[in-house]
């Protein structure tokens, strides 16, 4: 005679069904009918010089993915909180944009300020979040996160690659000055440059440290002084209106040709300066990428980039715009590595985030990876010099070095500060690069 | 401190002075006479150094020289467009209301305007330098000046200032405003029309922030939010100097534009703080400002 299944056989049945599924929650899910990005960029206030471009950017890759087929064979949709809204109101949207849009991946953000907001945020909503521009090393140094990434480099080997382009081209200079806008960038830029130098030529003196206030309309006082000091280098970090401004005013009342002017990232001001930029000056790119990138500028597919952005906005790209490309090739190339190691199944969050460790990935230069340690992408950087150059009407960048990422990037655990004043005072001259001319 | 700084620092606050007196001296004549408190005024501030780039940028081309007038025309064109429209539409309805309601709908209207502004204009920093670039350079001590900057920037602040007190005492318009402002009650029963006064006084007032904008723009990168600063550096220059008092505004924005361009020699640092600390310093020992005058109260 058969026994009945007891009511207790049935519940036992039930509880280790439940237990092990539970055991295994990330399993390959349906594919999605769509992909939801979520941005935060500025769409308004001083950065949307970097913001508004980037929107434009990512609106034309996500168009130019879809004709593609999508990232695994989904079609991306994008969506954009403005980090200009201030703190308290980006925060609420990022939240309402992953709590209620329900984004599958959140590319966040612009300032630092707000990558140090929503990266604690993103960990604690769970949410995979790409840092797309934000430069603070601090971030990633200060706190091991799992769901946050950052698919670019940081300002350590930013301004480092800075400092040895100059150390390299005008080794001799005796003072320097700087003239840095007045913010959490300003400042620590200045800090991991001038710690460096300090190691690698201690006898430079540096005559005069500059903090103009942010979004400063006019410069003349700062700029009288250095006039009276008559520094050998003049460092500065400014972006948008404010390094304009400074370059402008410097360059009517004689400065940039009295004194070597390093402009750290100054890429992105290039185009709206024009002639007023005079050549010379030696510029960094923030990151592997520019426009006519020396080894990127005959492929057919970059070209092809860098033309239908012009087309779309009117102006060639710029850095942010690039950035935003990364954090593009950084999502898809994390999805379809865990779809390959998933048997070519929809990944789930959690196997994509696994993925994305240790990945490598391309933008528009050499590739990037993404360090498992801490999540930091390793990403090369360009440094040149301003020059005219027939059939552009502003300067472009001429004698550019490509500085490789491991040399230049605090290892994974240690705090740049620290790292920087262990650096040997031959580091410069151990790094071996090559220098590409512009139209060469 | 040497001599030699001291005669840069000089050189240096002169031109900033003299573009914060004529957005503040806009802001102390309106309120003078129309005793409302214009947050807006910073907008007219932006719209005017916008226009006047868009000129700039425009007539160029045709003849460099041709961008000195472009600013002149558009200060005058943004005063009496946007300034008139703002007091008939905007501010007439609201002058019967509590002072704090007027600075709430005077802030709604800055915002508005800057969102306007960055519709019209865009985000990416506008550079319009021609007229700087037409004049020569000055040294001082070795160190290179814009003509632009310690000559013309200083001199139509003069001009203007002693265009302004002319006009106000010694013309029958101003002599008018000057009523209205003393005593508005009074002017209207002697049959003066307050509010011609009033859209006369704004569009004057809305010029001069505009013609500081003006004057600014071949100086700096236009950028969103320009105005806010400014406005903000107005208001407490019109308020230390005494809310009303055009000569008041006039030292003390010479006092806090030297000021400021000495204390970046000396402690840079503290260049943000140093207005507003003159401020504070003045409103706690005379709270009617430097030059204002204590209205006594009639029971």
Not at chain 1, 35 to 46: C, N, R
Not at chain 1, 138 to 161: C, D, H, V, W
Not at chain 1, 269 to 281: A, C, I, N, V
Not at chain 1, 350 to 373: C, H, T, Y
Request: hydrophobic share 50%; glycine share 8%; aromatic share 10%.
């Amino acid at each position: 005679m058969i026994q009945p299944i007891t009511a207790l056989a049935r519940m036992s049945a039930a509880a280790a069904l439940a237990a092990t599924l539970l055991a295994f929650p990330a399993q390959a899910q349906d594919k999605p009918k769509e992909l939801k990005i979520g941005i935060a960029t500025f769409l308004s206030g001083p950065a949307s010089v970097f913001g508004v471009p980037a929107k434009a950017a990512a609106e034309m890759i996500a168009e130019d993915l879809n004709k593609k087929g999508g990232i695994g064979g989904v079609p991306v949709s994008v969506s954009f909180i403005d980090e200009g809204a201030g703190g308290e109101a980006l925060v609420s949207n990022y939240r309402r944009m992953v709590q209620d849009d329900k984004v599958d991946v959140t590319f966040a953000a612009i300032s630092s300020g707000s990558c140090g907001q929503l990266a604690p945020l993103a960990e604690d909503l769970k949410m995979l979040n790409l840092m797309w521009d934000c430069g603070a090393s601090s971030i990633l140094e200060a706190k091991k996160y799992r769901y946050n990434f950052r698919s670019q480099a940081n300002g350590t080997p930013e301004m480092l690659a800075v400092l040895a382009y100059l150390l390299k081209t005008k080794p001799d200079f005796k003072t320097i000055a700087v003239v840095n806008q007045d913010y959490a960038w300003g400042r620590e830029s200045w800090e991991i440059f001038s710690t460096a130098l300090k190691v690698m030529k201690p006898d430079v003196k540096v005559v005069a440290e500059l903090f103009p206030k942010f979004g400063a309309p006019d410069f003349s006082t700062e700029i009288s002084r250095l006039l009276a000091l008559k520094p050998d280098v003049v460092l500065t970090t400014s972006w948008g209106g404010d390094l304009d401004t400074l370059v402008r005013q410097a360059g009517q009342r004689g400065l940039l040709q009295q004194s070597a002017f390093v402009l750290g990232i100054g890429e992105s001001s290039m185009q709206r300066l024009g002639k007023d930029l005079p050549d010379g000056l030696i510029i960094g790119a923030r990151g592997d990428h520019w426009f006519l990138h020396p080894e990127m500028k005959n492929d057919p597919a970059f070209k092809a980039f860098n033309e239908a952005f012009k087309a779309k906005t009117g102006s060639w790209p710029i850095y942010s715009v690039y950035h935003m490309q990364q954090a593009f090739s950084a999502y898809q190339g994390a999805v379809e590595k865990a779809m390959k190691a998933n048997g070519g199944k929809w990944p789930s969050r959690e196997q994509v985030i696994d993925a994305a460790e240790g990945l490598e990935f391309k933008g528009w230069g050499r590739g990037v990876s993404l360090r498992p340690e801490d999540h930091q992408g390793l990403e090369a950087q360009i440094v040149g010099v301003s020059k005219t150059a027939p059939g552009y009407d502003f300067k472009v960048l001429d004698d550019m070095m490509i500085f490789e990422p491991k040399a230049i990037t605090t290892p994974a655990g240690q705090k740049s500060v620290d790292w920087l004043k262990t650096l040997p005072p031959d580091f410069v001259a151990k790094l071996n690069v090559q220098t590409f001319k512009h139209g060469g | 401190m040497d001599s030699t700084i001291v005669i840069l620092a000089i050189c240096d606050g002169l031109s900033y002075a003299a573009l914060v007196f004529l957005v503040s001296v806009g802001l102390s004549l309106i309120f003078g006479v129309l005793r409302i408190v214009n947050v807006a005024h910073g907008s007219l501030y932006a719209y005017g150094a916008y226009t006047a780039a868009t000129l700039s940028l425009l007539v160029a081309p045709v003849s460099p020289w041709l961008t000195f007038p472009a600013l002149l025309v558009a200060s005058i064109l943004v005063g009496t467009v946007v300034g008139g429209l703002m007091e008939r539409f905007l501010l007439r309805p609201v002058y019967h209301l509590e002072e704090v309601l007027q600075l709430l709908i005077t802030f709604a209207v800055f915002m508005i305007m800057d969102n306007l502004q960055r519709m019209i204009w865009g985000v990416q920093p506008i550079f319009a330098a021609e007229p700087v670039k037409l004049l020569p350079n000055i040294s001082v001590l070795g160190v290179n000046y814009t003509s632009y900057q310690v000559l013309v920037l200083p001199l139509v602040a003069v001009a203007t200032l002693f265009g302004l007190r002319y006009f106000l005492r010694y013309t029958l318009s101003g002599a008018i405003i000057m009523a209205v402002t003393e005593d508005r009650e009074a002017a209207t029963a002697i049959g003066i029309d307050a509010k011609r006064v009033f859209l006369v006084t704004f569009i004057i007032g809305a010029s001069l922030a505009a013609l500081g904008g003006a004057l600014a723009s071949p100086t700096t990168s236009l950028v969103p939010g320009m105005g806010t600063d400014m406005i903000v550096l107005s208001f407490a220059v019109a308020a230390t100097a005494g809310l009303g008092q055009i000569e008041g505004a006039a030292v003390t924005a010479l006092v806090i534009g030297l000021a400021r361009a000495f204390i970046i020699y000396i402690q840079p640092e503290l260049e943000v703080l140093v207005p507003y600390l003159i401020m504070m310093i003045v409103l706690l020992i005379r709270p009617m400002g430097l030059f204002g005058v204590n209205n006594v109260r009639k029971i």
